[in-house]
């Protein structure tokens, strides 16, 4: 996790990553899209959020599900 996955874009391709609608336990690393955190056992059940990256050239949008059991 110290370490960003990737390393060998321009500087003006390097994806740029965030979440949006996420639970307040999830974070995202921006320059590699790593995803970290810690629920809570009120926290159970689904979560749906998208997770937006970004570059000079546009940007995507894709939806995730988490199910914390």
């Not at 960003?4 to 391709?13: A, D, G, K």
């Not at 390097?14 to 979440?19: A, R, T």
């Not at 921006?30 to 000079?56: A, M, V, W």
């Amino acid at each position: 996790p110290g370490n960003p996955i990737y390393t060998s874009f321009l500087n003006r391709e390097v994806p740029v990553y965030e979440l949006e609608g996420n639970p307040s336990w999830l974070q995202i690393r921006p320059e590699d899209g790593y995803l970290y955190g810690t629920p809570e056992k009120k926290d159970r059940g689904q979560h749906n959020f998208n997770i937006k990256c970004s570059t000079y050239i546009g940007e995507s949008m894709v939806m995730f599900s988490v199910k914390v059991v």
